[in-house]
């Protein structure tokens, strides 16, 4: 130790030191997980005060994945690291099916969501790698496939009819559960409009999970900060718009 300070080497404290096996500082005691799901034409909307920095690739037309968030009290396990070779052969489907829509290099985005969400679920088997957690969540993406169940409903983009809450549900229930939750964001015009849905998953990834207490939830809560949106009110008209390439926070303006 001596010698390294000697030759100027920043020692670190040992509780600084990552471990030998990261996922023992990991919280492993959840149950419940949750898979977002994001549709880009409503994202931008949510950006109220920094649209600019909102993209929506012409290669991006279907729903997207907002993430995969393993119902924790804690942070992420910050010492178990991501290198771009775990995404390298996912790298093509991430990049249309879980891209960042704003404007931020691709790698960082996904990196990200490893430190935050990824390395809490690591420790469940099936998702106990950065390449693993990545496959899975996009295997559940195509598990439930939500683009091929709304448009065989006839339930399609549109500026000017809007969709009642209860025929989503309709539509939807069989496919994700009764336990989903189907969120809007209020555009400048005072429209609700529909930006994303929230599937509970057990950690063995079937569907409905409800058992954790109130305060488990709110501390899952504080952890998706970033994720847009409120529960679409029950009676309200809900506006399904479709993708506008050139003018992502105002589709049908």
Known sequence: MLILALLGVNVLSAEHVCPLSPKHNCPCSWEC???ALMWPGAFCVTLKYNSSACIIPEYIQNWTIHGLWPMVNGKGCECWPIFPSDLQELEPELSQLWPSLINRERFI???NE???HGSCAACKEGMNSPTRYFQMTLKLYRRFNIDQVLN????VPSCNNPYKISDLHEVLD???GNKHEIQCVKDDAGRQVWVQVKIPLY???????????????IVAQSLWSSSPGHPCPPNTPIFYFPINYKEPDHPCD
């Not at 065989?152 to 339930?155: K, L």
């Not at 950690?203 to 939830?217: A, P, S």
């Open 33 to 35: 997980m949750m898979l």
């Open 109 to 111: 985005f996904w990196r």
């Open 114 to 116: 490893w430190i935050k």
């Open 152 to 155: 065989t409903a006839g339930i």
């Open 174 to 176: 069989p496919v994700l």
């Open 203 to 217: 950690h063995n990834f079937t569907l409905g999970c409800h058992r954790y207490d109130q305060e488990k939830i």
